[in-house]
T-cell receptor, first 114, second 115 residues
Framework: NAGVMQNPRHLVRRRGQEARLRCSPM?????VYWYRQLPEEGLKFMVY????????ESGMPKERFSAEFPKEGPSILRIQQVVRGDSAAYFC????????????FGPGTRLLVL | AQSVTQLDSHVSVSEGTPVLLRCNYS??????LFWYVQHPNKGLQLLLK????ATLVKGINGFEAEFKKSETSFHLTKPSAHMSDAAEYFC?????????????WGLGTSLAVNP
């Protein structure tokens, strides 16, 4: 049973470009969470999604950031018009149940904005 | 408000000596608590979790943690450190958010193991 998969593992973008981060949850998991980790800091919750629904986006910046989890395919975290401050590691986690307590994490995508 | 405080940002031990990573939490409810480990440039791995069963929780790689409600603590320990334990450790509390749950993360403790 494959774990949570994220790609790309590393992404380099220039200011103003778009970044698309993908996350495939563990098999059988229909709940996905996105977190951001800035250097020297812990993880900050961004958004919680179920298939085709955003359940909690209280941690998402109001502009440029969006997330989706379509019926088919991976969850996508999209950052438009990236700025240097978006440079961070972005982790995806999935769980089995609604608001599942045990979340299983992917290896992360490290975004560098030049 | 719920929060997690990891009392040490850096801990350094010698190989073969005990490890203690301290964590205090603040929660309005009986919390669920976790420790995660992150090795350099790697993802996050669940070490152990407490969900209102036994207060002493055993995890992987010889780690364990004790939930102490009176002290609102959930310190992580290991009797004998190994070089491979060098990593970043995060204490996490799971809190109710409406009908769902949300993870609140500590800032992390960097563990160095010296030969």
């Amino acid at each position: 049973n494959a774990g949570v998969m994220q790609n790309p593992r590393h992404l380099v973008r220039r200011r103003g470009q778009e970044a698309r981060l993908r996350c495939s949850p563990m098999k059988g998991h229909s709940h996905v969470y996105w977190y951001r980790q800035l250097p020297e800091e812990g993880l900050k919750f961004m958004v919680y999604l179920q298939k085709e629904n955003i359940i909690d986006e209280s941690g998402m910046p109001k502009e440029r950031f969006s997330a989706e989890f379509p019926k088919e395919g991976p969850s996508i975290l999209r950052i438009q018009q990236v700025v240097r401050g978006d440079s961070a590691a972005y982790f995806c986690a999935s769980s089995w149940t609604s608001g599942g307590e045990t979340q299983y994490f992917g290896p992360g995508t490290r975004l560098l904005v030049l | 408000a719920q929060s997690v405080t990891q009392l040490d940002s850096h801990v350094s031990v010698s190989e073969g000596t005990p490890v203690l990573l301290r964590c205090n939490y603040s929660s309005s409810y009986s919390p669920s608590l976790f420790w995660y480990v992150q090795h350099p440039n790697k993802g996050l791995q669940l070490l152990l979790k407490y969900t209102s069963a036994a207060t002493l929780v055993k995890g992987i790689n010889g780690f364990e943690a004790e939930f102490k409600k009176s002290e609102t603590s959930f310190h992580l320990t290991k009797p004998s450190a190994h070089m491979s334990d060098a990593a970043e450790y995060f204490c996490v509390v799971s809190v109710k958010a409406g009908n769902n749950r949300k993870l609140i993360w500590g800032l992390g403790t960097s563990l160095a193991v010296n030969p």
